[in-house]
C-alpha cells in the first residue's frame, strides 16, 4: 500500500514562499498522477494543483494560478508545491494525494490515496 507522507508547512509572513514536499513509499509513485488539495477550518476541501505522470500535464485552481508551482521528481518519488506571494487566504491544513490515473483531476473523488496534511498558516 503506498503511502504518502508531506512535509515543509509552517508559518510566514503574507507575501512569502513556502516550499511543500510529499514522499510516496512504494514503486507505483511514477505511474499515477498527483495532486495537491487543502482545507482551512470550516470549508470544503479543495483542489490546489494536479501534475500527470510524467509532468507534462499540469492543472492549478484559479486561486493560486501564476503564484503556486507543481512539480515531480519520479527518481525520488516525491511531488512539490513551491508557495509564492502567500496570503492569509491561503491558509489551511494542504494535503498531497495520488490519482487512480495517469492525468491530474479537480476532483477529490479520483484520488485513493491520502497523506496526513501538513499546516501552513500565513499571517498579514
Known amino acids: 500500500q503506498v503511502q504518502l507522507v508531506e512535509s515543509g508547512g509552517g508559518l510566514v509572513q503574507a507575501g512569502g514562499s513556502l516550499r511543500l514536499s510529499c514522499a510516496a513509499s512504494?514503486?507505483?509513485?511514477?505511474?499515477?498522477?498527483m495532486g495537491w488539495f487543502r482545507q482551512a477550518p470550516g470549508k470544503e476541501r479543495e483542489f490546489v494543483a494536479a501534475i500527470s505522470w510524467n509532468g507534462g500535464s499540469i492543472l492549478y485552481a484559479d486561486s493560486v494560478k501564476g503564484r503556486f508551482t507543481i512539480s515531480r521528481d519520479n527518481a525520488k518519488n516525491t511531488v512539490y508545491l513551491q508557495m509564492n506571494s502567500l496570503k492569509p487566504d491561503d491558509t489551511a491544513v494542504y494535503y498531497c494525494?495520488?490519482?487512480?490515473?495517469?492525468?491530474?483531476?479537480?476532483?477529490?473523488?479520483?484520488?485513493?490515496?491520502w497523506g496526513q496534511g501538513t499546516q501552513v498558516t500565513v499571517s498579514s
Open positions: 494525494a495520488q490519482a487512480m490515473q495517469r492525468y491530474g483531476s479537480r476532483f477529490a473523488r479520483e484520488y485513493n490515496v
Open positions: 512504494g514503486r507505483t509513485f511514477s505511474r499515477y498522477a
